[in-house]
């Protein structure tokens, strides 16, 4: 079943350009330069229920602003959105009951208020029942460890536990739809693999759809069947993991771990550099790693010499990762 | 209708809460205050030593006048533009405008929690000045029950009144992102032009007549109606215009905040 359904969005805010100084000031108060932002950009997608789909793109790419669309804050420029039937910005109070949102950089939570107030309060708004809440509220707690901080005014948790707090206050109500816009930010490692496992579980659980924003690809990785990737207001790529992968990911890595580094010659790899332009070589430490294309070099012709050279204790061979991926379609395109 | 209210109670009660955790810049404040009504008291008293009554207040009345007034200025709170010009330079709006409640009416829960709160921090210390100031100038102070009905009925709509005034103020910034200054400057005139300061009837003619056309005015009534300065009829009537303002500021309000919400602009997160 098709929950969210996008056609043709475009978002355009306009920008009034100020002129640095004081001078400046005075000339943009009465002639401000208008420039007109697309923030996005025709955009089209449909999402099925139950998905979880990765959003990415660079900083300022217009995901958040898709996100904000979907969930009825902002209005768009043109085009038409609907979610799960009904247009956000239109009946935005109907449509905030079926969703959840999490905006990693602010909180929904009262910054004064002990966590579990907070929690009454979205109790009422939501109008959860006391044996929902009762059953939601025990299991997000024992998923998450709220019993250490739920007592504590909101201001006073650290990061990490207040983002847990914010995807708790989010799932209270049992939404169809969870939007979750970069929900890792500035966590730490331990904090991130919690919340990536927590969130697998729940979908599990209540075959939510997410849609999540991110920066961090090892969500994406973790989380995504699917990925939409977003630049400068549009679209570039919309399908699976694997095919992108597949498509983009032709380099791979090899990393040999040398016991002494004295002898080794490298001229070996400048031949190699004649069939694929693109190799990379590095050797840091005892620890040599060579980046090739795996299309154009098998991967016996970069063992092979080396082995022949020097003593070597260990090889690890690895596809690219994902992050090299899509920093290289961020770059070049597709 | 009895669930809805349930769904703005805890914005109510959250809001009379904070005004209790912070209770001590709020009793600095009203130790302010009644720092400044003592001066006040003074300053009519050596007006006072060379009239007997100024415009009909003897001095008596005046110091009553402006007690009252000031505990009932309470009400006439203007915070709400204020919560919504941060709300929406901060981005913070896009949070309440995700959760399944009105903008507005969470906002007036919020607000008259506030109002409350500190309400019940005032009164107390009004009693108290009251007290002192009944038995210091033996003021004979006798009001009938209709007086205080017809001003206690006064009290919530000049509550929504000042709400609406402060909510269009507010919708402005989501245009001018910052109206810091302009509400610092309307909050100043509306002290004037209410009788918050002194009574409106001090003033000259001309300016009289520009204030009696504005809905402020009546910010003064509730009192005016306790010290008897107001017939039953006026009274009535002043209420039946006020209740009209408040309407049509409602509708006008609405409408703005309406429109205005479409050209929202969230940056960032």
């Known amino acids: 079943m098709e929950i969210i359904k996008v056609e043709n969005l475009k978002k355009e805010f306009i920008i009034y350009e100020k002129e640095p100084g004081l001078k400046g000031v005075i000339k943009s108060f009465y002639n401000a330069k208008k420039i007109v932002k697309k ?10 229920q139950g998905e979880i789909v990765g959003y990415i793109g660079p900083n300022g790419a217009g995901k958040s602003t898709t996100i904000k669309m979907l969930t009825g804050i902002l209005t768009p420029t043109s085009g038409e959105v609907r979610v799960d039937g009904i247009i956000p910005y239109q009946k935005r109070t109907v449509n905030a009951k079926k969703i959840g949102v999490v905006f990693g950089q602010r909180t929904q939570l009262w910054w004064d208020l002990p966590l579990i107030e907070s929690f009454t309060v979205l109790k009422e708004i939501y109008q959860i029942s006391d044996a929902d809440y009762k059953e939601r509220l025990a299991y997000f707690s024992a998923l998450f460890g709220l019993v250490e901080f739920i007592k504590q005014p909101v201001r006073q948790l650290s990061l990490g536990q207040r983002m847990k707090a914010d995807i708790v206050a989010s799932l209270l109500h049992n939404p169809k739809l969870l939007f979750l816009d970069e929900p890792t930010i500035g966590l730490d490692v331990i904090a991130k693999e919690n919340i990536r496992k927590t969130l697998k579980e729940i979908h599990e659980k209540y075959q939510t759809t997410i849609i999540l924003t991110t920066h961090d690809l090892a969500d994406i990785e973790e989380l995504c069947d699917r990925i939409m990737m977003i630049d400068q207001g549009k679209i570039i790529y919309d399908g699976n993991l694997e095919t992108i992968k597949a498509k983009f990911g032709s380099k791979k890595i090899v990393c040999f771990t040398l016991k002494n580094d004295l002898e080794l010659d490298l001229g070996v790899f400048e031949t190699l550099k004649k069939k694929d332009s693109d190799l990379t070589v590095s050797l840091e430490n005892k620890a040599l790693t060579v980046i090739f294309n795996k299309l154009k070099i098998n991967v016996g012709d970069i063992i092979g010499p080396v082995l022949k050279q020097t003593e070597v204790l260990d090889i690890d061979i ?5 992050e090299n991926i899509i920093k290289a379609i961020y770059k070049n395109g597709l | 209708m009895r669930s809805k209210i349930k769904k703005y109670l805890p914005f109510f009660r959250t809001s009379v809460m904070n005004m209790f955790i912070y209770r001590g810049t709020i009793i600095l404040w009203l130790l302010l205050d009644v720092f400044q009504f003592f001066m006040m008291v003074f300053l009519w008293m050596s007006v006072y030593e060379y009239n007997q009554s100024i415009q009909g207040f003897t001095l008596h009345e005046m110091l009553l006048y402006y007690l009252v007034t000031n505990l009932l200025y309470v009400f006439s709170d203007t915070e709400a533009m204020y919560i919504m010009s941060e709300e929406i330079r901060e981005g913070r709006i896009s949070m309440m405008l995700i959760k399944p409640i009105s903008y507005k009416a969470r906002l007036y829960s919020e607000v008259f929690g506030r109002v409350i709160g500190i ?27 209709l007086q205080v009905l017809l001003a206690v009925l006064f009290v919530p709509l000049i509550f929504m009144l000042m709400f609406e005034f402060a909510y269009f103020f507010g919708t402005i910034s989501i245009h001018t992102t910052n109206v810091f200054g302009l509400a610092i ?11 918050q300061l002194i009574p409106l009837a001090l003033y000259p003619k001309a300016i009289l007549t520009v204030i009696s056309h504005l809905p402020f005015k009546y910010i003064s009534y509730p009192t005016l109606v306790m010290l008897g300065k107001l017939s039953t009829t006026d009274a009535l009537q002043g209420l039946l215009i006020l209740a009209i303002w408040v309407g049509v500021f409602n509708l006008f309000s609405n409408l703005i905040f309406k429109l205005s919400l479409k050209k929202i602009v969230v940056f960032g997160g």
């Open chain 2, 119 to 145: 309400f019940s921090l005032t009164l107390p210390i009004v009693t108290i000045t009251a007290a002192v100031l009944l038995w210091a100038f033996n003021i004979p102070f006798a009001v009938t029950g």
């Open chain 1, 318 to 322: 690895s596809d690219d990762h994902l």
């Open chain 2, 185 to 195: 400057l309307m909050n100043v005139v509306i002290r004037i032009v209410s009788g």
């Open chain 1, 39 to 48: 923030a996005v950009d025709d955009v089209s997608f449909t999402i099925q």
